[in-house]
């Protein structure tokens, strides 16, 4: 069974930057699209980004233009950078195949945009 592993949040000031990770593991992970979501409290959880095996991304309109995914085969991981940061991005970030499957869920990295 494939495991996902989302690591690289914290705490950034508005206007900051992260980079997500997103460790494949037991997954022929190249031949999955990825995608990353993020859940705020209270919230349901929402699509953020995704990117296909041939590399064709796709972004949430809150996030066009700031985010950035990518992914690197030979490493089995994907990333999100995420720049210019707002308190609208405060959420606990997951990452997932696409379509994503119920049992690929991890624990999501917190990220966290404060003064």
């Known amino acids: 069974q494939g495991q996902l592993v989302e690591s690289g949040g914290g705490l950034v000031q508005p206007g900051g930057s992260l980079r997500l990770s997103c460790a494949a593991s037991r997954l022929t992970f190249k031949l999955f699209a990825m995608s990353w979501y993020r859940q705020a409290p209270g919230m349901q959880r929402d699509f953020v980004a995704s990117?296909?095996?041939?590399?064709?991304?796709n972004y949430a309109d809150p996030v066009k233009g700031r985010f950035t995914i990518s992914r690197d085969n030979a490493k089995n991981t994907a990333y999100l950078q995420m720049n210019s940061l707002n308190a609208e991005d405060t959420a606990v970030y997951y990452c997932n195949v696409n379509p994503p499957r119920r049992d690929l869920w991890g624990q999501g990295t917190q990220v966290t945009v404060s003064s």
């Open positions: 990117i296909d095996s041939a590399m064709f991304t």
